[in-house]
């Protein structure tokens, strides 16, 4: 009887640590890699683990005031990342660019976990077809 009490102790400890390391890589994501030096900046001063954080002066780097829709447009473009491969979930990845007039709202997938995303929120306030305001924030997204 005792046999069957240290294997059945045997097999959970095996069960709890494997539901441990699984949760562990399930809420921890992987930092995404990417081509974009604008994400390389908001996650080397933030980890992406930050909600509601103010990243307007890094994006400001990239697309200053002054710069020409086209241009600023292209560098939205480029903000991309190449998700984790985790072994047992699949990350989203939000992208979009919503134009409406003279401003443009761009929202990208920063660094994704099991639990949610980090999104970075650009807003671009255009006057004569050059970029007047800037505004960014990393946003979490769980779900």
């Not at 080397?44 to 909600?51: D, I, P």
């Not at 190449?82 to 007039?101: C, H, I, K, L, M």
Request: proline share 4%; with cysteine; hydrophobic share 45%.
């Amino acid at each position: 009887m005792s046999r069957k009490g240290r294997l059945l102790g045997v097999a959970f400890a095996v069960f709890a640590l494997v539901c441990l390391v699984a949760t562990y890589d399930y809420s921890k994501g992987r930092i995404p890699e990417t081509r974009s030096a604008l994400v390389a900046d908001v996650l080397a001063v933030s980890g992406g683990r930050e909600c509601a954080r103010d990243a307007t002066d890094i994006v400001s780097r990239y697309i200053p005031i002054g710069t020409g829709r086209a241009e600023a447009e292209r560098i939205l473009t480029e903000v991309t990342i190449d998700p984790p491969r985790p072994w047992f979930w699949t990350p989203a990845v939000e992208n979009s660019t919503v134009s409406q007039g003279a401003s443009i709202e761009a929202l990208h997938t920063i660094k994704a976990t099991a639990f949610g995303s980090n999104l970075l929120r650009i807003y671009l306030g255009f006057e004569e077809g050059k970029v007047k305001r800037v505004a960014a924030e990393v946003v979490c997204h769980f779900g």
